[in-house]
């Protein structure tokens, strides 16, 4: 079974409007952390959000937000005010286990290239 | 400069021919991975480093061989390419808040 599971291939949005990129995960652990990561056509992996399963509050990083669910096991990914330069691959991942005191492995969703339109 | 770097970034070779991938790092951090990226998949780690000297499997390990001698060096080995290793690599390595940065990545393709 998939631990991590995007379901949105592919979303277009226009510019300037907010956009919600969708991440559902699988585990049994009680501490682990959920990342986004940014692919944009150059290739690169750029760390976006971070959230902690035991955060009470939702991440915050500029105009991204993780919108944390842990009873649906859900961590969705919003962008406010979408600019051309967010067109990318957008990654949910998940690392199980304690902060720190794990491997830090990450698992990955299959990504969701998002396309904003002028 | 300062950061993660990999090289090659792009490589061509043929099926049977060793190839390593080279890894380094300027953070001093403990912990490296290695991932590829093919289409359909994701990434998924083929080996991680908790530290020099310290090495384990990933997911797709198979066909591949590491090894850390010093802490900012992780290099991969393919020791005979097979043309379904044909993928992009990437090399991260682990801060201290639990955050995971990546190198620019290499391209390989075995013909």
């Known amino acids: 079974a998939q631990k991590i599971t995007q379901t949105q291939p592919g979303m277009f949005v226009q510019e300037k409007e907010a956009v919600t990129l969708d991440c559902t995960y699988d585990?049994?652990?009680?501490?682990?952390?959920l990342f986004w990561y940014k692919q944009p056509s150059s290739g690169e992996m750029i760390f976006l959000i971070y959230?902690?399963?035991?955060?009470?509050q939702n991440a915050t990083e500029g105009r991204y937000s993780l919108n944390f669910q842990k009873a649906r096991k859900s961590a969705n990914l919003v962008i406010s005010a979408s600019q051309l330069g967010d067109s990318a691959m957008y990654f949910c991942?998940?690392?199980?286990?304690?902060?720190?005191?794990?491997?830090?492995?990450?698992?990955f969703g299959k990504g969701t290239k998002l396309s904003v339109k002028p | 400069d300062a950061g993660i770097t990999q090289s090659p970034r792009y490589k061509i070779t043929e099926t049977g021919r060793q190839v390593t991938l080279m890894c380094h790092q300027t953070?001093?951090?403990?912990?490296m991975f290695w991932y590829r990226q093919d289409l359909g998949h994701g990434l998924r780690l083929i080996y991680y480093?908790?530290?020099?000297?310290?090495?384990d499997k990933g997911e797709v390990p198979d066909g591949y061989v590491v090894s850390r001698s010093k802490t900012e060096n992780f290099p991969l080995t393919l020791e005979s390419a097979t043309r379904s290793q044909t993928s992009v690599y990437f090399c991260?390595?682990?801060?201290?808040?639990?955050?995971?940065?990546f190198g620019p990545g290499t391209r390989l393709t075995v013909l």
């Open positions: 991942a998940m690392r199980e286990g304690l902060r720190g005191g794990s491997q830090g492995n990450l698992i």
């Open positions: 585990t049994s652990d009680q501490s682990y952390g």
């Open positions: 959230q902690g399963s035991y955060d009470e």
């Open positions: 953070w001093s951090h403990s912990y």
């Open positions: 480093s908790a530290a020099a000297d310290i090495t």
């Open positions: 991260a390595s682990l801060d201290g808040t639990d955050t995971q940065y």
